[in-house]
């Protein structure tokens, strides 16, 4: 697979679902990616990349980010509070907020600097105890209380269980997102991101199909 492929099934999906092509942003997964391949999908003009880990995120992207000043760089990790001014200061755009300690904690940040990437709040769809994000019966409490902490809330995240139907997981974000008023969608990844744009996602991320499998780092 590649960047070319990925961008073509996705205008595919678009026009399907009856979107306007180009509508759909792709977030290229980059993650324990050596850096050859992220330069050989920056080099074929792509900007928008998506990082799991603040820590890896801060030791890759400075050296890219100084080549290609455009580069949209999303967390879409968990974040831990006591990162949270680095992941300010690194990312346009985090996926991840799942509970009020971090809000709270982005909201002050945003009042010390003046500014806050846009931010998505992530909803645990299938309920898993091991998996980070607000619960879909405490969502709209959720956002209620991020807006009033005047958080840029641009919409909704999700990762469905792996041994789940994803359209179910998407069609219930869509719904918390739709009573909510919010636009944005990110849900959907390499396997099943066609389904996630059937469905209303305005944010796919995908890594393994265009970078090939991640590599381990060295122990």
Excluded: Y
């Excluded at 590649?2 to 993650?31: M, P």
């Excluded at 990349?49 to 992207?61: I, L, S």
């Excluded at 890219?64 to 949270?84: M, R, Y």
């Amino acid at each position: 697979m590649s960047l070319q492929d990925i961008t073509a099934r996705i205008a595919k999906a678009e026009s399907a679902a009856g979107r306007a092509i180009g509508s759909v942003k792709l977030i290229a997964v980059s993650k324990v990616q050596p850096n050859e391949r992220v330069q050989a999908v920056l080099d074929q003009g792509h900007r928008c990349f998506g990082e799991n880990r603040v820590q890896e995120a801060a030791g890759k992207w400075p050296g890219f980010t100084a080549q290609f000043p455009d580069v949209d760089l999303h967390l879409i990790g968990p974040l831990q509070t006591n990162k949270a001014r680095q992941a300010m200061e690194l990312f346009s755009t985090i996926h991840s907020v799942d509970r009020p300690k971090l809000a709270k904690t982005l909201a002050r940040l945003a009042q010390e600097v003046g500014s806050c990437p846009d931010l998505f709040i992530q909803v645990n769809t299938g309920e898993e105890e091991q998996k980070a994000g607000i619960l879909p019966a405490d969502a709209d409490t959720f956002i209620a209380e991020c807006r009033d902490l005047d958080l840029p809330v641009q919409g909704l995240m999700c990762i469905p269980p792996v041994d789940e139907e994803p359209a179910l997981h998407f069609a219930l974000l869509a719904k918390i997102a739709e009573r909510n008023g919010l636009r944005d969608l990110s849900m959907g990844m390499s396997g099943d991101f066609e389904k996630a744009i059937a469905l209303g996602a305005t944010h796919v991320r995908v890594g393994s199909a265009i970078f090939g499998e991640r590599v381990k780092p060295q122990e």
